[in-house]
């Protein structure tokens, strides 16, 4: 993928109780142990109204520690490449340290000695789209990115919080985003009949 992908939700049905949940899945790890995390979550657009975000190719990693107190603010990093949280002299800085055998994936490896180890995210569109916390001394948060978005009707969902077991239970729908250059979604349907989501259009 080269390009950013603009993608458009429109609300066509008669829903005015649901937010709109936009996420992305990581395809290296189990989401039962590591769910998603609230990518977008689309309030207050009425019958007929829109609203636009993107899915970007610049990719950054934001990493903490000590329960938030300290960290390295986000850094653009690509796909395809391993990053190493690791001691300078006296301080501790993120840097990539070698090249990933798939092309789609990014590593951060933790170098450091501190409690509770470190808690990586990855950041598109300025909003986190994947956390992993715990990451012990030696150990690596790894993640595979699609380019892939998954929707849904949700309630009491808030942005970049981690999806409980409870959410992750609903339906969802998969919105494949390969080879985009934009793309516009959908909610159609009533209570009557029940909701769903459609692509409307694309564009390469």
């Known amino acids: 993928m080269a390009n950013d992908i603009k993608v458009t939700y429109q609300n066509l049905s008669d ?14 790890a189990d989401l039962t142990a590591l769910p998603p995390t609230a990518w977008q979550v689309i309030d207050r657009v009425g019958f007929n109204g829109y609203h636009n975000f993107t899915y970007t190719v610049d990719t950054q ?10 960290g390295v603010l986000p850094m653009s990093v ?27 994936e990014i590593d951060v490896a933790n170098n450091i000695h501190t409690a509770g180890g470190i808690e990586v995210t990855l950041i598109k569109d300025g ?22 978005i998954y929707v ?9 919080e981690t999806l409980t077991s409870a959410v992750m239970s609903q339906k969802f729908t998969e919105i494949d985003l390969t080879g985009l250059s934009a793309l516009t979604f959908a909610l159609k349907g009533d209570r009557e009949k029940g909701y769903y989501f459609t692509v409307l259009d694309r564009h390469t």
Do not use: C, H
């Not at 990693?61 to 300290?70: C, F, M």
């Not at 690509?78 to 301080?91: C, F, H, K, R, V």
């Not at 849904?152 to 970049?160: D, E, F, K, P």
């Open 15 to 28: 829903n005015k109780d649901g937010s709109v949940l936009v996420f992305l899945k990581n395809r290296r």
């Open 61 to 70: 990693v934001a990493v903490s520690w000590d329960g938030g107190a300290s």
């Open 78 to 104: 690509n796909e395809g490449s391993i990053y190493a949280l690791g001691q300078i002299e006296q301080d501790y800085e993120l840097m990539q340290t070698g090249l990933s055998t798939e092309s789609n």
């Open 127 to 148: 909003q986190p789209v994947m956390k992993q916390p715990g990451v012990g001394f030696g150990d690596q948060a790894s993640f595979g990115l699609t380019p892939k």
């Open 152 to 160: 849904g009707l949700v309630r009491n969902v808030v942005r970049s």
